[in-house]
C-alpha cells in the first residue's frame, strides 16, 4: 500500500509529520491492504492562521484494485486527531464496501 500526503499553505509538511500521517494510515486501514493499492492523504487547515474549533481537515483517498477510488473526510482540532477521525471512517466505507462486493460473490 503506497501512502501519498500532501499539505496546504498553511500546514508545514515535515518527515515527523509524514512518519505521523504514515503510521495512523496504516493502522487504521491494515485490514484492507490487501485491496489497497494506495492511499492519498490531504491535510488542510480551513482557517489558516486563525485557531478555531475543528479546522484541521483531512480528506484520505483510497484506491482500491479495479475501483473507483472511496473517500472520506474528517475535522479535528490538530491534524493527528483528524487523520485519526478520518481513517477509522474510511475503514468503514471500506467494509461496507467490500463486504458487499464478497455478498454478491
Do not use: Y
Request: neutral net charge; contains cysteine.
Amino acid at each position: 500500500m503506497q501512502i501519498e500526503i500532501s499539505t496546504d499553505n498553511h500546514i508545514k509538511g515535515s518527515a515527523k509529520l509524514d512518519q505521523v500521517v504514515t503510521e495512523l494510515t496504516i493502522h487504521g486501514l491494515k485490514r484492507f491492504s490487501s485491496h489497497i493499492t494506495r492511499v492519498e492523504v490531504h491535510l488542510a487547515d480551513e482557517n489558516g492562521s486563525r485557531t478555531t474549533p475543528d479546522d484541521k481537515r483531512c480528506t484520505m483517498e483510497a484506491r482500491l484494485e479495479g475501483r473507483k477510488p472511496t473517500v472520506a473526510t474528517a475535522h479535528a482540532d490538530t491534524v493527528e486527531a483528524a487523520v485519526r477521525s478520518a481513517a477509522v471512517k474510511l475503514g468503514r466505507v471500506l467494509e461496507s464496501e467490500l463486504g458487499r462486493l464478497d455478498a454478491r460473490r
